[in-house]
Every structure is written in C-alpha cells, then in structure tokens.
C-alpha cells in the first residue's frame, strides 16, 4: 500500500524569499554607506588638526585672491529679435567673438566690432541662448505640417488651430556679455547692434524687405488715388440719378451694366489706407530686427560672494584633506607591501 506523501518540487521559486533577498541587499548597502560616512566622521575628527591647517590656510589662500589678485567683472545681457537669425547662426556668432576675446592683443574683436582697443581689452566673454529651444520649433512645424493635411471640411477648425500653436518668440536671443569695466556697456551695446545687422545674410534681407514694403506702399498710394476719383464719380452719378429720380424722369444713366457696387469701392479704398498705415507701422518699427531690450550698466561686480566663496572653499579643503590623507595612508600601505 503506497502513502501519499506531498511532494516538494525543487523547480518552485519562493517568491518571498526573493523579496526577503532583495531587502536584506538594500539592508546592507544602506549599512556600507552609514559605516563608510561613519568612518570618514572618525578620521575627520582624529585629525582635526590638520583638517583646520588646512581650511585655515585655503581660507587665506582664496580671501586674498578674492580682495586683490582676483580682477571684479560685471554680467550684463540684451535681447534682440530677427527673423532672419536661427540657433546655428548666432551660436556661430558668439563662438567667432569668444576665439577672439581669447587672443592676447584683442585688435581682431577691436576690428570686427569696430571698438577701440580698450573697451575691446575688458570683455571677458560672450553667451547667447534663444528663448525657444530648436527641438521646440521642429516639433511645432511638424505638428503644423500634420494638421495642414486633414480633411477639407476641416480647414477652417485646422486654421483657427494653427493660430494658436504658432510659437512666440522663436526669433528672439538673450546675449549676455561679461565685462571688466561696466563704463563701456553703453557703447558695446550699439556695437553688438551694429555687428550683426551688418551680417551680408542678415543686411541683405533687412534691405530687401524694406524696399519691397516701400513699393508696396507707393503703389497702394497710388491705386487710392484711383478709388478716390472713382467714388467721385459714382458720387456724381448716383446724385444726378436720385435727382432725376425726384423730377418724375424714366431716363436712366447708367445701366446695371456700367454700374458697380459703391459700398465695395468704399470698402476697399479703407482697406488700402489700413494697409498703408501697417507698413508704416513696419517701416517705423523695422521688426525684422528689433532690440528688445538693451544692454544696462550693472555697478555690482558679479563675482562670488564672500558667504559663498567661504562655504566653498571650506568644502573643497575637506576633500583635498581627505585626498592628501589618502594618498598618505596608500603610501604607507606600499611601503608595507614592499617590506
């Protein structure tokens, strides 16, 4: 007679004791971290001495560079707009001006910028950033591209959409620009302008723009003045009509025929004089380059703060104790290793 007996399979896995595994392995790497804290804490304090030497002495080393060795510098920043400008080429501007604040006579920044030698001599650096990232645009256009291609029962909803999507701002860079001497923030200003609208791609399409608008303006003007004798005449015509209306005559003067409609030849001649005082609004504004806003004269130097340099310097003379502290003790150890 066989006894059933339960059966412990080996192939089972104990999901409990996997769990219990994982635990005691989280357990364990937190008590390596609390016992390795521990022991830097004991040799901090076995060698305090020689840890304050240290601090004490990068405390001197970094004050006295800081009050007179350490020349004072002044950030300031302008946000310029262009329609013509991209990420590419204003990261290539600003490349261009760092390699030549990094030569030692500056007379090539002094040239392109078209600065004396001595304004050129205290710019420390420039940075640029857009104010909408290149992956941000792409996105966008593709978003925009997408919608275009619905149904045409939708066009109207797909407009109204696209409207509101479109991105602000995208032309538009803050340049920032360290200095030595915040006296010549004023005239770096205006050259900084200067420099990129006399960029040939950018100059060109500012020139080529500005010039489409005034014809577009003149010719504007000059199809007014044709409205403006065409509603006299109507005028004329529609007043000898009501006349001839009032005396009880069935002649006609102008026949359907010849005749228009007034209330549009009104209209349009209001919608060119709209037209007209938008480019003049654009002629004035010129907002295919814009400065949004300038460069400002900054007379607190932008370098650390005392507070900050001493809670750094007291940080980085901890961990060059503990560097020299352990390349000592490594040492010994060899020389151990070697007898």
Known sequence: ????????????????????SIGSGFVRIGNSIIRGIAGLRRLFLSNLVYFSIIMAGSLIISMVYSQFLERKYYNSSMIISCEYLNIRIVDNTIDKLNLLCDEQ????????????????????????????????????????????????????????????????NKHSFLINVKVYNPDIVKQLDSAIVKYFKSNEYIKKRIESNEASLISKKNK???????????KTILYVNFANMAKQSREGSNNVILSDKYLTDPLSVFKEDITFNDDIRDIDRALYLKSDFEVIDGLTTFKE?????????????ILIS??????????????????????
Do not use: C
């Open 1 to 20: 007679m066989e006894s059933n007996k339960p059966t412990n399979s080996s192939d089972e896995i104990d999901i409990t004791q996997i769990f219990r």
């Open 301 to 313: 130097p932008d370098n650390i703060g005392i507070i900050k340099l001493i809670g750094l310097t």
């Open 318 to 339: 901890i961990v060059i104790g503990y560097l020299l502290l352990g390349l000592w003790k490594f040492n010994q150890f060899l020389a151990t290793f070697e007898k």
């Open 220 to 230: 504007l003007i000059r199809e007014s003045v044709k409205l403006d004798s065409l």
């Open 105 to 168: 006579d500056r007379e090539g920044l002094s040239e392109l910028l078209q600065i004396d030698l001595t304004m050129a001599k205290n710019i420390v650096e420039f940075k640029a950033e857009p104010f909408v990232s290149e992956n941000d645009i792409v996105e966008t256009e593709v978003l925009k591209e997408q919608l275009t291609n619905v149904v045409e029962e939708k066009k109207e909803m797909v407009a109204k959409i696209l409207e509101k999507i479109d991105i602000e």
